[in-house]
């Protein structure tokens, strides 16, 4: 079955510096990858996602890249804001055959310091 | 306004009751999901649902039970709780789709703690 492997577990930035995160998954079946911001005590929601026939998808400050070859794909966000500090989730998915079971990375805290 | 709603929010019980844990959208969807979640941490799928009657276990093994009677509630069963159980319980649904990819949207959840 699938696998996704998150990096960093942590990560913290000065308010205005860009943020990177890094995912990895093992089922080169998977054709979509959502991201989830999960803030303190609240529900996990969606920010952005991409289709696996698109390399790059951009949303204001937030943009994810994908490599098929490479099996990875990144969410970058740029200019940080304090309210960017969250936990962010990866995850993939092979929708036709899995029917949207999403598996998850194991999420990344993003610390933006004023 | 279109939602999930999940209850209780928050429950401490004591190790060998049965609880249910109550899950409802407004959302109009057709599949709904139970999520196991340590508080920050990675999400476990451990239920599914693509409608009515339809039900099937997750990727992460779990000793609770689930039904589907009615296509906007979901509702998740142990038996008899136990102090590994203490964890977030995460409810989501999203529409049955076809070739679309369909966000999943998740309830507040139920905090759970066994004592």
Redesign the interface.
Known sequence: ?ENVEQHPSTLSVQEGDSAVIKCTYSDSASN?F?WYK?E?G?????II?I?SNVGEKKDQRIAVTLNKTAKHFSLHITETQPEDSA?Y?CAATD??NQ?????????T?LSVKP | EADIYQTPRYLVIGTGKKITLECSQTMGHD?M?WYQQDP??????IH?S?GVNSTEK??LSSESTVSRIRTEHFPLTLESARPSHTSQY?CAS?EL?G?T????F????TRLTVL
């Open positions: 079955g979509y959502p999960q303190l609240k529900r996990p929601q969606l996602d289709r936990v989730f929708f036709y029917g949207g079971k999403l598996i998850f990375g194991q999420g805290e | 599949k999901y920050g941490m990675e999400l476990h799928l599914y693509y997750g990727d995460l999203s789709g070739t990819y369909n966000e999943q998740f309830g507040p959840g």
